[in-house]
């Protein structure tokens, strides 16, 4: 543990935007950098925010023993999840791996280093979910002090055991794929279906205990959570250590994490080095043949350089990418289950007519295809490279330009495939179809415009990783969230006047308002490319 520290203590140092601040005479990077703070404070006031109204609402119904176990699942499933799309980018093939591996330490020593930076970068997310239950449970349940202090301890290691599982599971798909010449094609497709096979868990369940009625079972959210904490031991270790003061349960978390942590990381240690020599190597054709070059606009070829650099890389296309698959999923499954069926199973059967949720199918599949614009981190992901790009005879605003057209080749499509699957599964009639459709393509217009503000206002080019600015950059985290509490909002929204107004001159209203979004966001865009 001496090394791991001492390692961590070097990347947090070499990382930390304090420690850039501090060292930094750069008075623009510095003005970046407290922005970078601000945003970060209102994203943590945001989740802050909802834990605790969510944990109020629980209390306020009599469910306050069921807090603590919340808590647990919530932290555990986030940061299984967080884990498991980032592991790739930490463990694995990151750009610091021959300088790190070149130190006299062992190669478990480095990876579980790497592991416990994830850990520390991510621990504000899972601290303000974690502190915002305990306040609302302690308006309902009034613990002795020793309480608070139990449960800020024990927040510090909950998110520890499903990060070690989502890692060793990233673990055993690297070492899988590196077996293979298309490292890279193979990491991500097995990415993409162990993601998919998550989504349809909950139904693969319901089909197999469907003679054992698993909805009637678990009919009252206290009833699930004791469930699912039935089955992941820590959860239920962390609620009675905080419902009944319990010690043991307490050291038997922290002892349970330490000792995973160590059998994790000597397993990974063993083929650590042959996997990501693997994963950094690049097969070679034996037969290349030269054919004619063709010719491409500027704009064009700057959308296909951004499509290779998607391609190349695994943390990449699964960030940017799953949104779209999600979009062709929900799309079949419509056309094979039906629109009725698909809307009562998500409010479980409410008694109401399905026909006024039509309006708000194009926001329901921009919630999928919105979740990460690549234009938020493609002017970052240019890092030490930036100066290639500007010493190009172009103008700033066409490499702008080309990364905003290949979202928009990115996105289109798959809005207009689900829309259209929805559509029809909908028997929506053939003029609402096309508004449907042209509210889409405004939508994704929207969110690659907006998505490239957010990228080039927080940009970073001085990232070591990948996932600094993929998954964790405050570019990110400022279209992501607002984006993604605004849609939700507005799927509410347009229901509501549908029931009011026509659906046809609801959707023209949408697409005006969208269209002059997504044209304020295109200028602003353009204005803050010629400042880089």
Request: aromatic letters at 14%; hydrophobic letters at 50%; one cysteine or more.
């Amino acid at each position: 543990m001496k090394n791991n520290i001492l390692l961590l203590k070097t990347l947090l140092l070499s990382t930390s935007y304090s420690n850039i601040y501090k060292h930094c005479d750069d008075k623009k990077k510095k003005r970046r950098i407290v922005g970078a703070y601000v945003g970060m404070f209102i994203v943590y006031a945001m989740i802050m925010a909802y834990s605790f109204i969510a944990t109020f609402g629980y209390g306020a119904v009599g469910l306050t023993g069921a807090i603590p176990e919340l808590c647990a699942l919530t932290i555990s499933s986030i940061a299984f999840l967080f884990t498991f799309f980032k592991t790739n980018g930490y463990l694995f093939n990151f750009k610091e791996y021959d300088m790190l591996m070149s130190l006299p330490f062992e190669s478990r020593t480095v990876a579980g280093c790497k592991f416990l930076y994830m850990y520390v970068k991510s621990l504000p997310w899972y601290l303000s979910i974690s502190l915002a239950m305990m306040t609302g449970y302690g308006l309902f349940a009034f613990p002795p002090v020793h309480i608070y202090l139990i449960w800020l301890i024990l927040s510090l290691v909950l998110p520890i055991i499903p990060m070690l599982i989502a890692a060793f599971l990233g673990f055993l798909i690297a070492k899988v794929s590196a077996g293979f010449k298309k490292t890279n094609l193979i990491q991500t497709v097995l990415t993409f279906i162990f993601v998919i096979f998550c989504f349809s868990l909950r139904y693969i369940i319901d089909a197999v205990f469907k003679e054992d009625k698993v909805e009637d079972i678990l009919s009252s959210t206290s009833e699930v959570i004791d469930n699912a904490a039935g089955y992941y031991f820590p959860a239920k270790w962390f609620e009675l250590a905080i419902d009944s003061g319990s010690i043991f349960h307490a050291l038997l978390l922290l002892g349970v994490s330490v000792i995973l942590f160590s059998g994790v990381f000597y397993v990974v240690g063993q083929s650590y080095r042959s996997i990501n020599s693997a994963l950094r190597s690049r097969s070679a054709a034996k037969k290349y043949k030269m054919t004619p070059q063709k010719r491409h606009s500027i704009l064009n070829s700057i959308a296909y350089k951004e499509f290779k650099r998607m391609t190349g890389s695994t943390t990449y296309i699964t960030n940017v990418g799953m949104g779209e698959l999600l979009a062709v999923i929900l799309g079949v499954a419509t056309l094979i289950m039906g629109f009725d069926k698909i809307v009562g199973v998500v409010t479980q059967n409410a008694p109401f007519d399905p026909t006024i949720v039509q309006p708000a199918i194009p926001f329901i599949v921009y919630f999928l295809i919105g979740m990460v614009a690549s234009t938020v981190c493609s002017p970052s992901l240019e890092g030490k490279q930036y100066w290639i790009m500007q010493s190009l005879p172009i103008k700033k605003e066409q490499i702008y330009q080309g990364k905003m057209l290949f979202n928009m080749y990115l996105t289109v499509p798959f809005m207009s495939f689900g829309i259209i699957c929805l559509c029809i599964s909908a028997k929506v009639p053939v003029i609402n179809t096309v508004l449907y459709l042209i509210l889409g393509v405004m939508l994704c217009a929207f969110s690659t415009a907006w998505g490239c503000v957010c990228g080039i206002k927080h940009m970073r080019l001085d990232w070591e990783n990948e996932v600094e600015v993929i998954k964790q950059g405050s570019a990110v985290a400022i279209y992501m969230l607002p984006n993604m509490f605004v849609v939700m909002g507005l799927v509410v929204g347009v229901i509501f006047l549908g029931m009011k107004i026509n659906h046809a001159v609801l959707t023209l209203i949408f697409i005006v308002v969208v269209a002059a979004l997504a044209g304020l966001c295109y200028l602003r865009a353009l204005s803050l490319a010629k400042k880089v």
